[in-house]
């Protein structure tokens, strides 16, 4: 599947931005029908990272949400400026 069809958008609050900085996790809004293992392989994809983890969770508004655990060698906070966050 197409990467750019899974990762929708990158999200940000301030939870969001307390976990880019203490926990290395990044964020994301994904396809409806997305599953863990795609989500990882478009984020290793198309940013060149290692993930190690992969939560998600339907928001109440029928959205999916993905927290990615990225691996200590990769920045969150890199990832998340060449997604275009700052």
Excluded: C, W
Aim: hydrophobic share 40%; proline share 3%.
């Amino acid at each position: 599947m197409d990467p750019y069809k899974i990762i929708i958008k990158p999200l940000i609050s301030e939870k969001d931005f307390e976990l880019i900085e203490k926990e290395n996790k990044l964020v994301i809004q994904v396809a409806l029908h997305a599953t863990k293992h795609q989500i990882k392989e478009s984020m290793e994809r198309l940013y060149e990272v290692q993930v190690l983890k992969v939560n998600t969770l339907i928001t109440p508004r029928g959205t999916k949400k993905a927290y990615v655990k990225l691996s200590e060698f990769d920045d969150a906070a890199d990832i998340a400026s060449r997604m275009g966050l700052f």
